[in-house]
């Protein structure tokens, strides 16, 4: 009764403990803490609207509200609800149910006794082995209590089982936190004794920490908190140009989670994932870039024959800029000559760029240089004309040379002298890795494999291959294993070595059967070897235990004729990988469980191939690049979520015009499965005043981001009704169209910009009279009618002509069978009406307007300037005859009678929009179009038109 009760009073409520909890009258602060506490007897699965106009969890809202009051307000508002939860917490622990204290938090989550209650769940959980639920409880106690006296106990606990479940990063993470709490606490951590924090962290710490090394820590950090389930966490619009923006994959990943490094061919940007926005940069000549790289804050850039460095400042929006720029010196004579190998004599001069803490190393054509990192400064040169590869570690130097074959290393500070030379008995190095930070291994002449000691430069062994040939090497995180890709005769497969060299396990490429098993694509992961094969055709992703090569589990995609995927991502609990579906057009992004190899999640991605590394782990969250865009997923915290959006809210609709809070608020709402209440916070910031150009012009991409997801989500169905008496095709509305047979194109919703080039201005939406519309859809037995009655302040012909688009003009897109699709298919149409400018004429009057007749579609199509030149009106009837010679079947569409009730097909109309916004600098073009649902994506080129041509995101049509 009271949850009913509640539901049916909900807006009430929140009028209520709003307007009472902005009173400083005090007896208003327990009349709002009275009404946010009944806000969470609402079912979870309701929702609320909150004062900025979107609807919210209200668990989430009345617990955030609640904090917020007490904080600002004092605990006597909650004086009643506090001594309520204190009989729940008694009643609670007279019992072993676990469930009670979580009703009690769900309840009272902002009440005094819930850090004893939080405490006490994490406790039952644990006890009774329910870690990812425990760990859960105890993450949330330290977020939610910060100064309880049990916080120290509570990291310990946290690491402790962050180990358990193999979230190495969060442990290490969180057992900094407890070693540079001051004064130094004292922790039990699982002991019967407690003991200085210090000395319990530190031989965990390095038992975390043993025989990986920076990079890998660093890669381990930015998985963390990838757990399923995923959910999209960013979308950036559907991109147009040739070459699409794709992930770069660095030698080492950034220091800011909120960055990305993209490539476009040979230019370099990095965007900034809170704003969307991004910043070129680097660009040259086709084929000069290299390698990409980070220095602590510094961006490095390597390219054919310069060394660029990007200082990256703190804080988020801060965007990079040019900090140095280092030039290799030219060749001289000898060295041409030494470098026979050296095929482009015109330009690459470096071969290999690699970041080293506060230093750079670059192998150049005759040389190996060190920079500093922070001033591009020269600090040695070490003459090295036959130098193959190099290698850095601990602050050394090793390189791979040619002649004589074998390995020097050197201290990085000191190049003159070798700290030792290891001389090679084969004829050739073909490849360096690490085992460990001890062992550097050496792949010698395709047969050898030999372990280095890497401080002395001995010895440790050596194995030689009988009948394999030894094809290259990946270490295990660790450094305890070594995977090296083998080929006998046809066969490929591998052999794992222990860290003396020993074979630990073969495999042949083979299944457990004797099938073949061709090998695409190996990864290695803490305790478990992942490997994409190929067996009778189909594709399947294979976990063989690490030490002793048993078969974990086999993964087969459904469909099996997926082609292998680029990159195999492991976390700590799935494998993910993203690829062309075996069904469809798009890309999926497939989440595999570590320990079972069931598929957990299959995640669509808009585009028809990865571009670039196609799928990276950064900050959390799983970045995929396609040919359609950037997309990007993370794991929910519910709970967390929904309190961000209730403080979020809040702060839009104390400051309506905080744009980073707006666009906060819709990222959430979307990441938590809102995309239309995300849609509309964007779109209330551009109805609102005040904005400058370009914040307008953001803004209207990120809306036209969201509404490509939101469409993607809730796809568009409209009906329509057969019209009794056929219209007059003359642009004129009053005689027939009736409001059931219409729909409104209203709001920055409705709009679409134009893409332009990178650097070019794009346009702005300035309210309903600069652009919108209304469209009206009926039928008969022998045409589809429709019209559409567009409100634009300033009109211009179209030039059918320009490669660009230049005037307005109206387009009408058909999916004739209604099949959807990512891309054109055979049974679409696209047809343009537009008042035009005049043609040049050609020497021959009358093949001119033979030409243009023939280009007319079939049926009768009207466009007219309304009298006080504010819009325009199209009228069209296309007849039925034209689906039948697109497809749609007797069955479908009768030739007689029509189309048969029930009958979907779809349909879009996108009004391109041209307000000649560069004035005296001549006709800029159309910026923005108008549409039903962003279906026909535009570019400033003309011809990249059916690049953004998504008939699966027209509106359906469906016949009454």
């Known amino acids: 009764e009271a949850e009913r009760l509640a539901q049916q009073s909900a807006p009430l409520l929140v009028e209520w403990a709003e307007r009472r909890a902005a009173s400083p009258d005090p007896a208003a602060g327990v009349e709002a803490a009275a009404a946010y506490q009944c806000l969470l007897w609402l079912p979870q699965s309701s929702r609320v609207v909150v004062p900025c106009g979107v609807e919210v969890d209200p668990w989430g809202y009345a617990e955030a509200r609640l904090k917020d009051l007490i904080a600002r307000r004092g605990r006597e508002v909650y004086a009643a609800q506090d001594a309520l939860a204190e009989q729940e917490l008694r009643l609670a622990r007279s019992t072993d149910d676990a469930a009670q204290l979580e009703r009690l938090l769900e309840r009272f989550g902002a009440a005094k006794c819930a850090v004893d209650a939080r405490w006490e769940l994490a406790t039952r959980y644990l006890q009774r082995q329910l870690r990812e639920e425990g760990v859960e409880v105890l993450a949330r106690f330290l977020r939610e209590h910060p100064t309880d006296f049990r916080v120290a106990e509570a990291r310990a606990r946290l690491a402790t089982n962050y180990v358990k ?119 040259e000549r086709v084929g000069s870039l290299l390698q990409l790289g980070f220095c602590g804050p510094r961006l490095i850039v390597g390219s054919r024959s310069s060394v660029n460095g990007f200082l990256l400042p703190e804080g988020a929006g801060a965007m990079p ?16 000559l030494e470098e026979r190998d050296f095929e482009d004599r015109e330009g690459q001069l470096i071969r290999e760029v690699l970041p080293a803490g506060e230093r750079v190393v670059v192998r150049a054509v005759g040389a190996v240089y060190v920079l500093d990192a922070a001033s591009g400064e020269q600090l040695a040169r070490l003459a090295a004309p036959r130098g193959r590869q190099i290698s850095v570690r601990g602050g050394r130097l090793y390189l791979a040379s040619a002649a004589p074959v074998g390995v020097q290393a050197y201290a990085l500070d000191d190049l003159e002298t070798p700290l030792w030379n290891y001389a090679s008995e084969e004829r050739e190095l073909s490849g360096l890795a690490w085992l460990g930070n001890q062992q550097l291994v050496l792949l010698e002449s395709g047969l050898t494999l030999t372990g280095l000691r890497a401080d002395d430069g001995t010895r440790a062994w050596t194995v030689k291959s009988p009948d394999d040939w030894f094809l290259g090497m990946q270490a295990s995180p660790d450094g305890s294993k070594l995977l090296v890709r083998t080929q006998t005769g046809q066969e490929r497969g591998f052999t794992v070595f222990g860290a003396l060299g020993q074979v630990l396990w073969t495999d042949r490429g083979r299944d ?66 993203g690829m062309r579906s075996a069904f469809s057009q798009r890309v999926d992004l497939s989440v595999v469980g570590r320990g079972t190899g069931d598929l957990l999640q299959a995640l669509r991605v808009p585009g028809r191939r990865l571009v670039g590394i196609g799928v990276m782990p950064a900050a959390g969250r799983l970045w995929v690049s396609t040919d359609r865009g950037l997309s990007a997923f993370a794991h929910l915290d519910r709970a967390d979520h929904a309190e961000r959006i209730a403080r979020l809210a809040a702060q839009v609709s104390l400051t309506p015009g905080d744009l980073d809070a707006r666009r906060d608020l819709a990222r959430a709402l979307v990441q938590g499965g809102d995309t239309q209440a995300g849609v509309l916070v964007l779109q209330q910031a551009l109805l609102g005043e005040g904005l400058a150009e370009g914040q307008a012009g953001s803004l209207l991409d990120e809306l036209a981001a969201l509404v490509e997801v939101d469409t993607d989500e809730h796809p568009l169905t409209l009906t329509i009704q057969r019209q009794a008496r056929p219209p007059e095709i003359d642009g004129e509305l009053h005689d027939w169209w009736r409001p059931w047979s219409g729909t409104t194109l209203l709001r920055p919703s409705c709009v679409q910009p134009i893409q332009q080039p990178a650097g070019a201005e794009g346009g702005r939406w300035r309210g309903d009279e600069d652009l919108s519309g209304r469209l009206y859809v009926s039928y008969d037995n022998e045409f589809l009618y429709f019209a559409l009655d567009v409100s634009d302040a300033v009109l211009r012909p179209y030039d059918t002509e320009s490669e660009e688009w230049i005037g307005d003009a109206l387009l009408i897109a058909i999916d004739c069978k209604g099949d959807g699709g990512e891309f054109v298919q055979n049974d ?18 009358e093949e001119a307007e033979e030409e243009e007749e023939d280009n007319s579609p079939a049926g009768q199509y009207f466009v007219r300037r309304k009298e006080d030149n504010s ?24 030739p007689t009678t029509g189309p048969r009730r029930g009958f979907r097909f779809g349909f879009n109309v996108i009004v391109t929009d041209d307000d000649g916004e560069r004035g005296a600098a001549g006709p800029r073009g159309a910026l923005k179009t108008l549409q039903l649902t962003p279906g026909v994506l535009l570019h400033r080129d003309k011809s990249r038109l059916w690049q953004g041509y998504v008939p699966r995101r027209f509106a359906r049509l469906l016949v009454q």
Request: net charge negative; with cysteine.
């Open 512 to 577: 457990p059967d004797g099938a073949r098993a061709a090998l695409e694509l190996t990864e290695l992961g803490e305790d478990a070897v992942y490997s994409w094969r190929t067996v009778g055709g189909a594709g399947e992703l294979w976990a063989n235990d690490l030490t002793r090569g048993t078969l974990l589990w086999r993964y087969k995609p459904a469909g099996g004729g997926a082609q292998a995927p680029e990159r195999l991502v492991v976390t700590p609990e799935v494998v993910a990988f």
């Open 871 to 894: 819009g325009v009106v199209y009228e069209c009837a296309i007849p039925w005859a034209s689906f039948r010679e697109n497809g749609v079947s007797e069955t479908d569409l009768d």
């Open 321 to 336: 800029r040019a900090a140095w720029r280092w030039v290799a010196p030219p060749l001289d004579e000898r060295e041409e």
């Open 828 to 845: 679409d149409m696209l047809l343009s009406l537009a008042l035009t400018l005049p043609k040049k004429k050609k020497n021959d009057d």
């Open 165 to 283: 479940l193999g979230r190495r990063a969060e442990a290490r993470r969180t057992l900094g936190e407890l070693r540079a709490m001051e004064p130094e606490p004292r922790v039990k951590g699982g002991k019967r004794d407690a003991v200085p924090a210090g000395a319990w962290v530190e031989p965990l710490l390095s038992e975390l920490e043993q025989g990986r090394d920076e990079r890998v820590l660093r890669a381990e950090e930015h998985l963390a908190g990838l757990r399923p389930k995923l959910r999209p966490a960013f979308r950036a619009r559907t991109e147009l140009d040739g070459e699409p923006r794709a992930l770069a994959d660095p030698l080492d990943l950034p220091p800011r989670g909120d960055l990305l490094v993209l490539r476009r061919e040979e230019q370099v940007e990095v965007l900034d994932v809170r704003t969307g926005q991004s910043v070129k940069v680097y660009e």
